[in-house]
């Protein structure tokens, strides 16, 4: 059942204010977004999703029971074989959830899932395109050894002008002519109004949890720096690859850490760095299974202002080695949960810095 409870709200953030107007909502506003002010002269706010598991603290369960209602609004008769693409760095988790719940509803082998990635790694590249506001623009997809797609499910967190989603479109439709039907998946549509499907390369529906309008009026123009511009080109490189996403995979990607656990031994908060969310979400998923109470969350690049949805910020070097600096927000240490950081990069990638913040233990699925 859709709703639209409390449809219109303004926000005032430092950097402006959004005017929102919900439309049609599965999920309420206030369940699935709260909102905060960028520090991005391109773009001056954030939407901070409540069931993502990266800005704020989300249980699994929850992330679990938003995609399965995601899913359910994908179209079941999408021409195979099916491609879902997750944009890094928010939606690789998402991304990926979608396509195991996918392949789950429609019985269906032919769904495979691929993320584009700000890494380079040992592979041949199949293309690379733009997101023109965000904090880290340059996006790669390398080419999977899959069959061509005949349908594209791409999934970001949000959509507000369609611009990113119209470049990825265009992209992947010159690399795989054949694509016949693209279906975008988000939780928050905000782009109601807009005519960016029309520019898109292939007939295109959206599914989402809510869809609303969204407008933005500027504040303080924030002056153009130097070194914005060209953190948000950053690429870092990863040496060794273990693909769970990068070049392409049929079935979900998750393998355990390692090494041994450490006992849990209390409340849980389980922190993926970047890129790297959808196994440390998995462990999250199996310990909550186990009667843990469980949190995720995970490092971003976003540079957002402390206020609104931001209550607590910590800024260090990024384990991917892009020299672009890392944050993570509203990890509260008053709360008594136990921390566990989980990486890709090697143990002595990880700054000390942050790991001395959160007393955290370090969790790896590289040495």
Same mark, same amino acid.
């Given at each position: 059942?859709?709703?639209? *409870?409390?449809?219109?709200?303004?926000?005032?953030?430092?950097?402006?204010?959004?005017?929102?107007?919900?439309?049609?909502?599965?999920?309420?506003?206030?369940?699935? &977004?709260?909102?905060?002010?960028?520090?991005? *002269?391109?773009?001056?706010?954030?939407?901070?999703?409540?069931?993502?598991? !990266?800005?704020? *603290?989300?249980?699994?369960?929850?992330?679990?029971?938003?995609?399965?209602?995601?899913?359910?609004?994908?179209? %079941?008769?999408?021409?195979?074989?099916?491609?879902?693409?997750?944009?890094?760095?928010?939606?690789? &988790?998402?991304?990926?959830?979608?396509?195991?719940?996918?392949?789950?509803?429609?019985?269906?082998?032919?769904?495979?899932?691929?993320?584009? /990635?700000?890494?380079?790694?040992?592979?041949?590249?199949? &293309?690379?395109?733009?997101?023109?506001?965000?904090?880290?623009?340059?996006?790669?997809?390398?080419?999977?050894?899959?069959?061509?797609?005949?349908?594209?499910?791409?999934?970001?967190?949000?959509?507000? #002008?369609? #611009?990113?989603?119209?470049?990825?479109?265009?992209?992947?439709?010159?690399?795989?002519?054949?694509?016949?039907?693209?279906?975008?998946? /988000?939780?928050?549509?905000?782009?109601?109004?807009?005519?960016?499907?029309?520019?898109?390369?292939?007939?295109?529906?959206?599914?989402?949890?809510?869809?609303?309008?969204?407008?933005?009026?500027?504040?303080?123009?924030?002056?153009?720096?130097?070194?914005?511009?060209?953190?948000?080109?950053?690429?870092?490189?990863? %040496?060794?690859? !273990?693909?769970?996403?990068?070049?392409?995979?049929?079935?979900?990607?998750?393998?355990?850490?390692?090494?041994?656990?450490?006992?849990?031994?209390?409340?849980?908060?389980?922190?993926? /760095?970047?890129?790297?969310?959808?196994?440390?979400? !998995?462990?999250?998923?199996?310990?909550?299974?186990?009667?843990?109470?469980?949190?995720?969350?995970? /490092?971003?690049?976003?540079?957002?202002?402390?206020?609104? %949805?931001?209550?607590?910020?910590? &800024?260090?070097?990024?384990?991917?080695?892009?020299?672009?600096?890392?944050?993570?927000?509203?990890?509260?240490?008053?709360?008594?949960?136990?921390?566990?950081?989980?990486?890709?990069?090697?143990? %002595?990638?990880?700054?000390?810095?942050?790991?001395?913040?959160?007393?955290?233990?370090?969790?790896?699925?590289?040495?």
């Amino acid at each position: 059942m859709l709703t639209t *409870p409390n449809p219109h709200r303004s926000v005032a953030l430092p950097t402006g204010r959004l005017d929102i107007a919900v439309e049609e909502a599965a999920w309420p506003l206030d369940d699935l &977004c709260a909102f905060a002010a960028r520090e991005n *002269p391109k773009r001056g706010f954030l939407i901070v999703s409540r069931v993502l598991g !990266r800005h704020l *603290p989300a249980s699994p369960q929850v992330m679990r029971a938003s995609v399965r209602d995601l899913v359910a609004r994908i179209p %079941a008769d999408l021409p195979g074989p099916v491609m879902v693409v997750g944009l890094a760095e928010t939606a690789v &988790c998402l991304g990926q959830t979608v396509h195991g719940e996918l392949r789950a509803a429609l019985g269906r082998d032919d769904i495979h899932f691929i993320h584009s /990635t700000r890494q380079r790694i040992d592979h041949p590249l199949l &293309c690379r395109f733009e997101e023109p506001h965000s904090h880290a623009s340059a996006h790669l997809i390398y080419r999977p050894d899959l069959p061509a797609p005949h349908s594209l499910v791409i999934v970001d967190d949000e959509v507000s #002008t369609g #611009t990113t989603l119209t470049n990825l479109a265009q992209a992947l439709v010159t690399a795989w002519p054949g694509v016949e039907r693209i279906v975008v998946a /988000t939780l928050t549509d905000w782009s109601v109004g807009r005519d960016w499907q029309a520019r898109m390369p292939r007939p295109t529906a959206i599914a989402a949890l809510l869809h609303g309008r969204l407008e933005w009026t500027q504040g303080d123009i924030a002056p153009a720096d130097a070194a914005f511009d060209m953190a948000a080109a950053s690429l870092g490189t990863l %040496a060794t690859h !273990r693909n769970m996403g990068r070049t392409g995979i049929t079935s979900a990607a998750a393998p355990p850490p390692i090494g041994p656990l450490p006992p849990v031994t209390g409340p849980l908060r389980i922190i993926g /760095t970047g890129e790297f969310t959808y196994p440390p979400f !998995r462990l999250a998923e199996t310990l909550a299974e186990a009667g843990h109470d469980v949190v995720v969350q995970a /490092t971003s690049r976003s540079p957002a202002r402390i206020g609104w %949805a931001m209550a607590s910020k910590l &800024c260090f070097t990024d384990n991917y080695g892009t020299g672009v600096p890392n944050y993570l927000y509203n990890a509260d240490t008053a709360d008594g949960r136990t921390n566990w950081i989980a990486h890709e990069t090697g143990a %002595a990638t990880i700054d000390p810095a942050l790991v001395a913040a959160l007393n955290a233990t370090l969790i790896g699925w590289a040495a």
